[in-house]
C-alpha cells in the first residue's frame, strides 16, 4: 500500500520526462528524466513513508546508523530514525558534509555514532552513485563499516555497478524504468 502510494506521489510530483535531453544531473550528464525526490521527502506524508519503506529496507542488515552526503540524504535519515525509534529499533542518522568543517573539530561526518558503527549510506536517487560513493569514503575513513547503499530510485545508469565495483550491494525502492 505505502509503495504505490510512494510511487503514485514520485510520479506525479517528481518526475519530469522531456522529449530531449534538457536537464543537467548532478554528475554533469544530461537527461531525458529528472526526479526531484525532495518534492516527497520534504512533504510530511511522503516523508513518512520514505521513512517507513526505506527503514524496511534497511533493518535487516541491523544497522547502528542510517545517513549520506548531505543534502539528499539528509530527511531520508532523519525519516527512518523517527520510524525505527517507533518501531522500538532505534537507528540513529547521520550527515556527511561535502567537505570537512573548516572549523570546530573539522568533522565531515555528524552524527552519534562511534568507530566501529554499521551504518546504511542512503541517497535519494542514485544515477552514477558518485554522491554515495563520496558517502562511503568519508564513513570508511571514519572508521564506519558500510552495510550497503539504499536508494529510492535506481535511475539504472551506471550507479549499480560502481557500488559494487567498492565492493557493496545497491538496494532501491524503485527503478527508473518502474516509473515511467
Not at 37 to 61: C, H, N, S, W
Not at 99 to 116: A, F, S, T, V
Not at 124 to 140: P, Q
Amino acid at each position: 500500500m505505502e509503495r504505490e502510494r510512494l510511487k503514485e506521489l514520485i510520479k506525479g510530483r517528481s518526475l519530469r520526462v522531456a522529449d530531449e535531453p534538457v536537464f543537467k544531473l548532478s554528475s554533469g550528464k544530461l537527461s531525458r528524466y529528472y526526479i526531484d525526490l525532495k518534492q516527497i521527502t520534504f512533504d510530511p506524508e511522503g516523508a513518512y513513508i520514505v521513512g517507513k519503506l526505506m527503514y524496511e529496507l534497511v533493518r535487516e542488515f541491523n544497522p547502528d546508523g542510517v545517513g549520506g552526503l548531505t543534502l539528499g540524504a539528509d530527511p531520508i535519515a532523519y525519516s527512518v530514525s523517527f520510524v525505527s525509534y517507533m518501531d522500538g529499533n532505534p537507528i540513529k542518522p547521520f550527515v556527511v558534509r561535502k567537505e570537512p568543517k573548516g572549523h570546530g573539530m573539522g568533522r565531515q561526518i555528524e552524527g552519534l555514532l562511534k568507530e566501529g558503527s554499521r551504518v546504511a549510506v542512503v541517497e535519494d536517487v542514485v544515477t552514477t552513485a558518485g554522491s554515495s560513493l563520496k558517502a562511503v569514503k568519508a564513513c570508511r575513513e571514519a572508521g564506519f563499516e558500510v552495510i550497503g547503499v539504499f536508494t529510492i530510485v535506481d535511475r539504472e545508469e551506471g550507479g549499480r555497478e560502481n557500488v559494487e565495483k567498492e565492493g557493496l550491494a545497491l538496494y532501491s525502492l524503485f527503478k527508473l524504468s518502474e516509473l515511467l
